[in-house]
């Protein structure tokens, strides 16, 4: 490879080339000069000499229970703020703790650093107490990994680290340090320049590229606006809201991209995918130009791959080129950043414009809009008990759109994606790639952090919340108020689902009796924070009311809701978008004369 030319690095603030320091000392300042204000952690044996020097930083050091709950309060931090989020860990367990949560960031494009400690050099390789080769055990799930063994290379390693993990696509990386690098004695010099050979994200789209999705998009009579979570990590919302109402496209927003586009708008059918609705499942089924932005066709949107959009053609605008044509063969394959992407686009359609030539969508929209009234989101309020999705729809009402809503995985994710109305980007942070229960507290713990001032609710299920809750100890503590709504349905509830569906209602291990035991309530105050429950409809709005009103100490609702509740529509797993069912016996039928 050829060596690049010199790049800056990270924002950094003005520092001074200092004496000799320990390499310890070189990484925390290393850390403040790369803007870190927060890390997410837990002190042990290798990674103990960096943290006295930052017993004197200006950064604050969150105390997390499980390392697990430090790596995802960083990418929930990252998520909320567009920051890099930072977590630190011990060798051995410490650093294969982190393992979830980095594969978790990898699959999400999270901008994250995680610095690990290591065993002394001299004993790497030799199966020293705690030794594991966490470089080579996240190899496949960071974006890279650095050894450090030299003292004098700290400053520039973490330099890279926030370049890299930042820019082009965002994710995690590594930053393993020896114990005894940390305790050798250095000079500190932070760098103003980068040279990393092979390293060249592309931000600017080929113009050629532009004007051939151009000359698509002006022919096709059927084309959505396929939205993917590129469009959030790019910051390119209000971009997005410009081409849409310049072309009057439809609009879907996969699970990473709610909020990119503002669901009260006219034009957005829905998420779509196995749990999608079905205007946005039709939308992308029956097109004929599928414009995706940010998004890489992941099965849990395109069902069967051999049926999906059968008659679209597709232009693929996406950062890393690795993801065109990764999955759906690109008819126009376009390498940049969704923002400056979009910005092109707009330029080369209002050119277009200037000269009368326009898209003519008005049937297909005409014929969306009718799939959309005829097939709203709804569900049957149960003949006893509490309906999870009624919770979830007033949480949403009474929390509103300028809250941030944080969700664990399965049941409770869904009914998240459906029954709060997202009306602006970063308000919705989930587990969307790697699906990774216990996702929820911690990633709220980090949302607060960055965002003090912004309600957090995490909305979890009674299963995703006993992996984790141990967090509430930490939020207490360290003055985090966030506020929880278990859905609290005794089940592991996605499973108990599938099992009703395509196991004869045989539930193998999903009960999880959660309405006995523990006491949700019980738990939360033994945590320092404020337990409510809820079991009845006509409670849930002063329930809601009196969480919302507690801002000084978490706050943990458990709501006991009704278990046979099931997220609908649904498109089993390696089937068809064809085959989405409304409800479990009903499946949508279109009148497609308008197409």
């Keep these: 490879m050829t060596e690049q030319k010199a790049v800056k690095g990270p924002a950094m603030a003005p520092h001074e080339a200092a004496g000799a320091v320990t390499g310890a000392q070189s990484l925390i300042s290393s850390l403040e000069c790369a803007g870190v204000e927060n890390i997410f952690g837990i002190p042990g044996g290798t990674i103990l000499p960096a943290y006295d020097p930052l017993y004197d930083s200006t950064i604050r050091h969150i105390l997390v229970r499980h390392e697990q709950g430090a790596g995802h309060a960083a990418a929930g931090y990252a998520t909320a703020t567009g920051k890099v989020g930072v977590c630190m860990a011990t060798s051995g367990p410490g650093a294969t703790n982190l393992v979830t949560p980095i594969a978790d960031a990898y699959m999400d494009s999270v901008p994250m650093v995680a610095v690990t400690g290591q065993v ?11 030794e594991a080769d966490i470089r080579g055990i996240t190899l496949p799930i960071t974006k890279h990994s650095y ?9 520039r390693v973490i330099a890279e680290a926030f370049y890299i993990a930042s820019t082009g696509r965002p994710g995690p990386v590594l930053v393993d340090v020896a114990k005894s690098a940390q305790q050798a004695m250095t000079t500190f010099n932070w ?13 600017r789209p080929h113009s050629k590229q532009i004007r051939e999705a151009t000359r698509l998009l002006l022919e096709s009579r059927r084309p959505v606006l396929y939205v993917g979570g ?3 990590r790019s910051r390119s919302s209000k971009e997005l809201r410009m081409l849409a109402e310049l072309t009057g496209i439809p609009v879907v927003t996969t699970l990473m991209a709610r909020g990119a586009f503002p669901d009260s708008h006219p034009q957005h059918l829905g998420m779509p995918g196995m749990h999608g609705t079905v205007a946005a499942v039709a ?3 029956k097109s004929d130009l599928i414009i995706s932005l940010g998004a890489r066709f992941d099965d849990r949107v395109t069902g069967n791959l051999d049926s999906f959009a059968p008659g679209a053609k597709v232009i693929h605008a996406d950062i890393d080129p690795a993801e065109i044509g990764k999955n759906r063969v690109a008819d126009v394959p376009i390498v940049g950043d969704c923002r400056e992407v979009i910005a092109d686009l707009i330029v080369a359609l209002q050119a277009e414009q200037a000269q009368g030539n326009t898209g003519d969508y008005e049937g297909w929209v005409k014929f969306l809009a009718g799939v959309k009234s005829q097939y709203p989101l709804g569900y ?5 008990g509490l309906a999870p999705q009624y919770v979830i729809e007033r949480l949403g009402k009474i929390a509103g759109p300028e809250s941030i809503y944080v969700a664990g995985v399965g049941q409770h994710q869904m009914w998240a994606t459906h029954y709060v109305g997202y009306e602006h980007p970063n308000t919705w942070i989930n587990s969307g790639g790697l699906g990774t229960m216990g996702f929820a507290v911690p990633a709220a713990m980090g949302a607060k952090v960055g965002r003090p001032d912004t309600t957090v609710w995490a909305i979890d299920g009674d299963g995703c919340f006993q992996m984790t809750n141990q967090e509430l100890a930490t939020c207490t503590i360290e003055g985090i108020p966030i506020k929880v709504a278990i859905i609290n349905n005794e089940s592991l509830g996605m499973v108990r689902q599938w099992q009703t569906l395509f196991y004869e209602g045989r539930y ?31 409670d849930v709005d002063a329930t809601i009311n009196k969480a919302m009103e507690i801002n000084d100490v978490p706050v943990v609702v458990d709501f ?8 609908w529509p649904m498109v089993a797993a390696g089937t068809s978008n064809d085959e989405i069912k409304y409800a479990r016996d009903l499946a949508p039928e279109f009148e497609e004369d308008d197409l």
């Design 120 to 130: 002394v050099a001299s004993s790497i390789g030799t199966d020293a107490f705690q």
């Design 147 to 155: 050894l450090v063994t030299d003292a004098d290379e700290i400053p």
């Design 191 to 203: 760098p103003t320049e980068l040279n990393l050979p092979g390293y060249r994200p592309v931000t």
């Design 230 to 232: 590129g469009v959030i």
């Design 283 to 285: 939308g992308l089924q």
């Design 380 to 384: 049957d309020a149960p003949a006893e």
């Design 508 to 538: 193998s291990n999903t009960d999880l009796q959660s309405k006995r035991i523990p006491d949700f309530v019980k738990l939360a105050e033994a945590y320092g924070a404020v337990g409510l429950s809820c079991d009845s409809p006509g």
């Design 560 to 567: 006991r809701v009704e278990r046979d509740a099931m997220v």
